[in-house]
C-alpha cells in the first residue's frame, strides 16, 4: 500500500511539471498522422501570418516567424490544452506596439531590445500565476462569453482578409466597422482576378471538405489557388493581374538573444507587462476554453498558464516577442484535424523547417489564397448549434452573449472579454442577491402533513412558515429583509417566524448578524424566530463565531415534528383557542371551537 502511495505522489509531481506524460499515452500511429498533417498546415499558414503580425508590432518581419516556433513547441509541452497552438496574434501585437512605440523607433534595435524584454517579464508573470494557481480565472468565462468572444473573433477574422480577397489596398484598420467601411467606400476598385483566386481558393476547399474529408482540404485548396494565381499570371501577365502574394522570407534560425532588464526598463515596462499579461492570458484562455469545450476536454487553468509563461520566457531567449493563444492557427489547428498537442509541436517545428527550406517558394502564395483559407477557418468557429440553445433557453445568457460579441466587433478585443466576464458576474450576483423565498404551509391532505406553497391553504395566525433558497450573505440581505417585511404586512398577527433553511447553502457573518437581528426584532414584537433544517457545516460556523447563541439554541430544530411541536408550545392559547383552522396536527388537542 505505502509502495502504491508513493507510486502516486511521484506520478502526480510528474505529471504537474511534466504535463505532456498525461496525453502521450493518447498518441496513436492515427493521430500521429492526424497531428503532422495538421501541423504542416498551420505551419504553411504561419508563414505569411508571421510576417503581417510582426509589421503590425512594428518589429523586424522574420521576428513574426520565430514568435511562431520555440514559443508555439514550448505551451504544447507544458499547457493543457491539446488543441491551442500559440504564436503572434493580431491582438497582441497591436498591444505591444501601443506599449513600446512611445519608448523607442519600431523596428530599431533599442525597439526589439524592449519587446524581447517585455516578453520575459509576460512570461515571468504569467509562470508565477500559474504557480498561485489563478488559473481558477477560467471558470469566470462562462460558456456564452466563450461563444459570442469565439463568433466575434471569426467575423473580425474574415474582415481583416476582405482586402487581400479583393485585392483592395486599404489603410491599416483596427475595428471591424472601420474596416467595413473601407471595404464599402473601396468597392469599385475591386481586382477581379485576385478575387477569382481567393474564390476558386475558398470554393475547391468547400468541396474537398464536402466529398474527400480524408484529404487536407486546406493544403489541396491552397495549391489549387496558387496554380490559378500563376496561370492568370502567366496567361494575361503579372502587370494586368496584379495579384499580390506573400513575398520571399529569409531563410534564417532564430537567433539567440536575451532580455536587457535594468531598473529603469523594469520601472518603465511593468505597467505595460502587467496589462499585456492580463490581455495575453484571457485571449489564449478564451480560446483553449473554447476548443476544450468542442473536444471534449478538461481544461487546467493553472498549467495553461505555467505552459504560456513558460513559452513566453523561453521565447525571449530565442528572439520571440509576445506569443499567446492564436485564433488563427488555433482554429486552423482544429480544422485541420489535429488530435493532441503534437500538433502544435510539428506545427512549431516544421515552420521552423520550412523557413530553412521553401521560404522564397512563399512569392508564389498569394495573399487571396491565405485569405479563402482564412474564411473557411473563420466559418468553423462559429458555433451555430450552441447559439441556437443559448438563443432558446435562456434571455441572460442571451445578453451576455450578445454583449461579448458586439464588443469584439466594436471594441478592444481584450476588453470585450473581460466585458463578457464582468457582465456574467454582474447577472449572476444579481441572480444570487435574489434567494428565494416561498412561504410554506403544512399539507392536511397527506397523512404527515409535508410542508408545501400551495397559496390556497391556510396559514396559522400567529406563526409564519418560509423557506430560503439560495446563500444568505451580504448581498442578500436587503432582498431577504424586504421580502419578509412585506410578509409581515399582510398578516401583522404572525410574530412568531419559522425559517425553513435546508435550503441555504452559505451563510456569512453579515448574514449571520441579520438572523440574529431578526431573532431580536422579534421577540421584541412578542414573537420568536425559529431556525429549521440548518446544514451541519453552516451550524458549525455559527458555533465557531458565537451566533448561533446570540440566536438562541433552543429555537434551532433538526426536524419539522420536533420544530412544530416546540413552537406550538409557545404560541398563544388564546388566539388558538379562536382558531377553526387546525393547521397542525397539536392543534386537534385544543377545545373545538362552538
Known amino acids: 500500500m505505502e509502495k502504491r502511495c508513493c507510486h502516486s505522489d511521484q506520478q502526480g509531481w510528474q505529471t504537474r511539471f511534466l504535463p505532456f506524460l498525461l496525453w502521450w499515452p493518447r498518441v496513436t500511429a492515427r493521430t500521429f498522422r492526424a497531428d503532422l498533417l495538421a501541423g504542416l498546415t498551420g505551419a504553411v499558414v504561419a508563414l505569411p501570418q508571421g510576417v503581417a503580425f510582426a509589421t503590425i508590432a512594428g518589429m523586424p518581419p522574420e521576428y513574426g516567424l520565430y514568435a511562431g516556433m520555440v514559443p508555439a513547441i514550448v505551451a504544447a509541452l507544458f499547457g493543457s490544452s491539446w488543441l491551442l497552438v500559440s504564436g503572434p496574434t493580431t491582438a497582441a501585437s497591436i498591444v505591444l506596439f501601443s506599449s513600446l512605440s512611445i519608448h523607442a523607433a519600431p523596428g530599431s534595435a533599442e525597439y526589439v531590445q524592449l519587446a524581447l524584454t517585455l516578453t520575459m517579464m509576460v512570461g515571468l508573470i504569467q509562470f508565477v500565476m500559474g504557480l498561485a494557481r489563478f488559473g481558477v480565472l477560467v471558470n469566470f468565462i462562462s460558456h456564452s462569453v466563450v461563444v459570442g468572444f469565439t463568433a466575434g473573433a471569426a467575423i473580425l477574422i474574415a474582415s481583416s482578409q476582405f482586402k487581400h480577397f479583393l485585392g483592395l489596398i486599404l489603410p491599416r484598420t483596427r475595428h471591424f466597422h472601420e474596416t467595413t467601411y473601407a471595404v464599402i467606400s473601396h468597392w469599385d476598385e475591386i481586382n477581379l482576378y485576385v478575387a477569382a483566386v481567393g474564390l476558386i481558393t475558398l470554393i475547391s476547399g468547400l468541396l474537398v471538405r464536402r466529398f474527400r474529408p480524408k ?266 429583509q424586504e421580502k419578509l417585511r412585506e410578509m409581515q404586512c399582510e398578516n401583522p398577527g404572525q410574530k412568531h417566524l419559522l425559517v425553513v433553511a435546508s435550503g441555504m447553502n452559505f451563510i456569512d457573518m453579515a448574514g449571520a448578524e441579520f438572523l440574529v437581528h431578526l431573532a431580536k426584532e422579534r421577540e421584541a414584537a412578542g414573537g420568536r424566530l425559529y431556525l429549521y433544517g440548518i446544514k451541519e457545516g453552516i451550524c458549525t460556523h455559527f458555533r465557531l463565531t458565537g451566533y448561533l447563541l446570540d440566536i438562541g439554541t433552543d429555537f434551532l430544530y433538526e426536524s419539522k415534528a420536533e420544530a412544530i411541536s416546540g413552537i406550538f408550545a409557545k404560541l398563544d392559547r388564546r388566539i388558538c383557542a379562536g382558531c377553526s383552522k387546525r393547521i397542525f396536527l397539536e392543534c386537534r388537542s385544543l377545545p373545538t371551537v362552538a
Open 215 to 480: 484529404f487536407p482540404y486546406m493544403i489541396v485548396s491552397m495549391l489549387i489557388g496558387s496554380l490559378t494565381a500563376l496561370l492568370l499570371s502567366r496567361l494575361l501577365g503579372p502587370e494586368v493581374t496584379q495579384i499580390a502574394s506573400v513575398g520571399a522570407l529569409p531563410a534564417t534560425l532564430p537567433p539567440l538573444s536575451a532580455p536587457h532588464f535594468t531598473l529603469q526598463n523594469i520601472r518603465m515596462l511593468a505597467p505595460a507587462a502587467l496589462a499585456t499579461t492580463l490581455f495575453a492570458l484571457t485571449e489564449a484562455v478564451s480560446i483553449a476554453r473554447s476548443l476544450a469545450d468542442r473536444s471534449g476536454q478538461n481544461l487546467d487553468g493553472n498549467q495553461e498558464f505555467i505552459g504560456q509563461g513558460l513559452s513566453n520566457i523561453v521565447g525571449s531567449f530565442f528572439s520571440g516577442y509576445v506569443a499567446t493563444g492564436s485564433f488563427n492557427r488555433s482554429g486552423l489547428n482544429y480544422q485541420a484535424g489535429a488530435k493532441t498537442p503534437l500538433a502544435a509541436v510539428f506545427a512549431g517545428v516544421l515552420l521552423i523547417v520550412l523557413v530553412l527550406l521553401i521560404a522564397p517558394l512563399a512569392a508564389y502564395l498569394p495573399n487571396a489564397a491565405m485569405a479563402g483559407i482564412l474564411f473557411l477557418v473563420a466559418w468553423g468557429l462559429i458555433d451555430f448549434r450552441h447559439i441556437g440553445k443559448i438563443l432558446r433557453t435562456s434571455r441572460m445568457e442571451t445578453v451576455i452573449m450578445g454583449t461579448t460579441f458586439l464588443a469584439t466587433l466594436f471594441l478592444e478585443l481584450e476588453f470585450a472579454i473581460l466585458l463578457g466576464v464582468m457582465l456574467s458576474l454582474v447577472i449572476y450576483l444579481n441572480r444570487t442577491s435574489h434567494p428565494r423565498i416561498l412561504a410554506r404551509v403544512p399539507d392536511p391532505r397527506l397523512p404527515d402533513r409535508p410542508f408545501t406553497s400551495d397559496a390556497a391553504l391556510p396559514e396559522c395566525p400567529q406563526l409564519k412558515i418560509v423557506r430560503i433558497d439560495g446563500s444568505l450573505y451580504f448581498g442578500a440581505i436587503s432582498h431577504v
